[in-house]
Nanobody, 120 residues
Framework: QVQLVESGGGLVQAGGSLRLSCAAS????????MGWFRQAPGKERESVAA????????YYADSVKGRFTISRDNAKNTMDLQMNSPNPEDTAVYYC?????????????WGQGTLVTVSS
C-alpha cells in the first residue's frame, strides 16, 4: 500500500527555521526520485525541491534556492526539507511525492500534507 505521510509543519516566524519530514512506503519507497510540493491558499500546487534516488542531483525552485535544503535517507525511506529564513510567501500546505525527474510529475496519490504558516 502506497503511503506518504508529511510532518513537521507549524507556525514559524519569518527568518526562523523549520524542518519538514516525509515518510514514504509501499512504492519500492527508495527507488525513485522524490520531491516536495506546496499549495498556498488560492494557488495551484507547485514544486519546491526534488532529489534523485542517489541524492546526487537536486533541484530547487528559484523562490527557495539558498534557503531550503532537501535531503533523503533511503535506509529509512524518509525525506526532509530544512526551511531556513522562511518568509510569509512560504505559507502553504507542503506535500511530498515520488516524481518523474525533469517534469516533476507526481507519481502517487497525495498525502494529507503538513501546514506551514510563516508570520511576519
Amino acid at each position: 500500500q502506497v503511503q506518504l505521510v508529511e510532518s513537521g509543519g507549524g507556525l514559524v516566524q519569518a527568518g526562523g527555521s523549520l524542518r519538514l519530514s516525509c515518510a514514504a512506503s509501499g512504492r519500492a519507497a527508495n527507488s525513485s526520485a522524490m520531491g516536495w510540493f506546496r499549495q498556498a491558499p488560492g494557488k495551484e500546487r507547485e514544486s519546491v525541491a526534488a532529489i534523485t534516488r542517489s541524492g546526487s542531483i537536486i533541484y530547487y525552485a528559484d523562490s527557495v534556492k539558498g534557503r531550503f535544503t532537501i535531503s533523503r535517507d533511503n535506509a529509512k525511506n524518509t525525506m526532509d526539507l530544512q526551511m531556513n529564513s522562511p518568509n510569509p510567501e512560504d505559507t502553504a500546505v507542503y506535500y511530498c511525492n515520488w516524481v518523474v525527474w525533469g517534469s516533476f510529475h507526481a507519481l502517487a496519490a497525495w498525502g494529507q500534507g503538513t501546514l506551514v504558516t510563516v508570520s511576519s
